[in-house]
């Protein structure tokens, strides 16, 4: 596979040097007219595609802002190793010729899971720990080397660290505390809630004992409807939908009495 063409967006970060390099291996070099990003599409697509992984995967994780190099490495290392339907197949496979294995996908770990880091014997001896100090540093993972050898953030030392011993914990990730960083910088994870309007559809179509309560009189039925999220209220395992103007609700106590 020989690329023909490198089209750029006139970046300068491919200025330069990289021009000659381009000629002598005669791939044409274009770029598109300013403020033009649709002349590029596919490469603005999947830029877009990407940033979105990033963002995820960095609210899944709880690291901050400052990690989206690594994130960003890893949304391509992944992306790469899964079906395409433009090609037909796989990236990786196209591209070297070579055919991913079993041992390929089963070094794949969740990013920004907790690692523990072994701390090899001769120095645990030199640092003098006693016999019942961790035998372990404690970190998280951050990207691959190689099939064998990974990288993950050191918390103790507050920097990257390539590692082959490396215990995985992929259910268990780190705390705003386990960073230096500002409150700021990491992204919340979103919660969305079914907006009033949504709920009434999804039980529009069902019965529930509901029916049999007395219903909200004509004049509170002809207000201006909103979309206002609904608040949950959990008692004993059963879900009490309370919206803010409800004039009746039921709530479910010790002895199981009604509250009007």
Same mark, same amino acid.
């Given at each position: 596979?020989?690329?023909?063409?490198?089209?750029?967006?006139?970046?300068?970060?491919?200025?330069?040097?990289?021009?000659?390099?381009?000629?002598?291996?005669?791939?044409?070099?274009? !770029?598109?007219?300013?403020?033009?990003?649709?002349?590029?599409?596919?490469?603005?697509?999947? $830029?877009?595609?990407?940033?979105?992984?990033?963002?995820?995967?960095?609210?899944?994780?709880?690291?901050?802002?400052?990690? +989206?190099?690594?994130?960003?490495?890893?949304?391509?290392?992944?992306? $790469?190793?899964? *079906? $395409?339907?433009?090609? /037909?197949?796989?990236?990786?496979?196209?591209?070297?010729?070579?055919?991913?294995?079993?041992?390929?996908?089963?070094?794949?770990? %969740?990013?920004?899971?907790?690692?523990?880091?072994?701390?090899? @014997? @001769?120095?645990?001896?030199?640092?003098?720990?006693?016999?019942?100090?961790?035998?372990?540093?404690?970190?998280?993972?951050?990207?691959?080397?190689?099939? #064998?050898?990974?990288?993950? +953030?050191?918390?103790?030392?507050?920097?990257?660290?390539?590692?082959?011993?490396?215990?995985? !914990?992929?259910?268990?990730? %780190? @705390?705003?505390?386990?960073?230096?960083?500002?409150?700021?910088?990491?992204? *919340?994870? =979103?919660?969305? +809630?079914? #907006?009033?309007?949504?709920?009434?559809? /999804?039980?529009?179509? #069902?019965?529930?004992?509901? /029916?049999?309560?007395?219903?909200?009189?004509?004049?509170?039925?002809?207000?201006?409807?909103?979309?206002?999220?609904? !608040?949950?209220?959990?008692? /004993?395992?059963?879900?009490?939908?309370? =919206?803010?103007? #409800?004039?009746?609700?039921?709530?479910?106590?010790?002895?199981?009495?009604?509250?009007?």
């Amino acid at each position: 596979m020989k690329i023909k063409k490198l089209r750029v967006d006139g970046g300068g970060e491919y200025k330069g040097d990289l021009t000659p390099v381009l000629k002598s291996l005669g791939i044409r070099y274009e !770029h598109t007219p300013p403020r033009t990003p649709e002349c590029n599409g596919k490469a603005e697509r999947i $830029n877009r595609t990407l940033n979105n992984t990033v963002r995820a995967m960095l609210a899944h994780s709880h690291l901050p802002s400052s990690f +989206w190099p690594y994130a960003m490495k890893m949304a391509t290392y992944l992306r $790469n190793r899964l *079906p $395409n339907s433009a090609i /037909d197949g796989v990236p990786y496979e196209r591209w070297t010729g070579k055919s991913l294995q079993r041992q390929d996908l089963e070094v794949l770990k %969740p990013f920004g899971c907790i690692v523990w880091d072994q701390i090899p @014997q @001769q120095d645990r001896k030199r640092q003098r720990l006693n016999k019942l100090a961790d035998q372990g540093t404690r970190g998280c993972f951050v990207g691959y080397i190689s099939s #064998t050898t990974y990288l993950y +953030w050191n918390f103790q030392r507050q920097e990257v660290v390539h590692s082959h011993n490396l215990s995985f !914990h992929e259910i268990e990730f %780190p @705390q705003r505390s386990d960073f230096n960083e500002p409150d700021d910088a990491f992204k *919340p994870f =979103p919660i969305l +809630w079914p #907006t009033t309007s949504q709920a009434n559809d /999804d039980y529009s179509g #069902t019965d529930s004992e509901d /029916d049999d309560l007395p219903q909200p009189s004509t004049a509170s039925s002809q207000q201006p409807h909103t979309t206002t999220p609904i !608040h949950r209220t959990i008692y /004993d395992e059963i879900v009490v939908e309370k =919206p803010p103007h #409800t004039i009746l609700s039921i709530e479910f106590g010790p002895l199981g009495r009604f509250n009007t």
